[in-house]
């Protein structure tokens, strides 16, 4: 059972438009929600994180929303670049354990 | 934040043999965790690597197969064992503090022939 569903697998975007990630959970245990990015040959590195008591979070161009009724977060990148191409993980923590969504593609076109 | 140190980086192995994983922080850690990442896939937690006890392994993995040391706070050691191809992957050392964000090393990439 998957536990943190993510969507959609790929995106393509226009450079400076509004790159969206959404992801979805249902453990109401979770207690924090961060987003991972990820480049090729790289490990995982934190972009930007929200506790479940927050309906936002912003820093930079990277926002997350968070709807705690509908389980439901996202990750918003304004004015996308191509240095924004990677892989994008939504996560989840229960008991200090790490759970990943299935990962975003996102390609930012010059 | 915390640095941590995986080696090997990459490695290239015949299978039926076994790799040796280590993960090294600059400061000592509460919890120090193992994951793996298939090819094009995303990250599944291996286990927990305790201080001074068993690890605690989640569903389908188990010690025989992957046997985790953590002798103390900023060391941890993981071990593939009777490799077979299916266990190509990335594996990364995960730690973090109690309520803060968790860190990866940069993991290693391993190949079995």
């Known amino acids: 059972q998957q536990q943190v569903k993510q969507s959609p697998q790929s995106l393509i975007v226009q450079k400076g438009g509004i790159s969206i990630i959404n992801c979805a959970y249902e453990n109401t245990a979770f207690d924090y929600f961060p987003w991972y990015q990820q480049f090729p040959g790289k490990g995982p590195a934190l972009l930007i994180a929200?506790?479940?008591?927050?309906s936002e979070k912003k820093e930079g161009r990277f926002t997350i929303s968070f709807n705690k009724s509908a389980k439901q977060f996202s990750l918003h990148i304004m004015d996308s670049q191509p240095g924004d191409s990677a892989t994008y993980f939504c996560?989840?923590?229960?008991?200090?354990?790490?759970?990943f969504g299935k990962g975003t593609r996102l390609h930012i076109l010059p | 934040s915390a640095v941590i140190s995986q080696k090997p980086s990459r490695d290239i192995c015949q299978r039926g043999t076994s790799l040796t994983i280590q993960c090294q922080v600059d400061?000592?850690?509460?919890?120090m965790f193992w994951y793996r990442q298939q090819p094009g896939q995303s990250l599944t937690l291996i286990a927990t690597?305790?201080?001074?006890?068993?690890?605690?392994?989640e569903s389908g993995f188990v010690i025989d197969k992957f046997p985790i040391s953590r002798p103390n706070l900023t060391f941890s050691t993981l071990t593939v064992s009777n490799m077979s191809p299916e266990d190509s992957s990335i594996y990364l050392c995960s730690v973090g503090k109690a309520n803060t964000e968790a860190f990866f090393g940069q993991g290693t990439r391993l190949t079995v022939v």
């Open positions: 996560a989840a923590r229960r008991d200090d354990k790490i759970i």
């Open positions: 929200i506790r479940p008591d927050v």
């Open positions: 690597a305790n201080q001074g006890s068993e690890a605690t392994y």
């Open positions: 400061s000592q850690v509460t919890m």
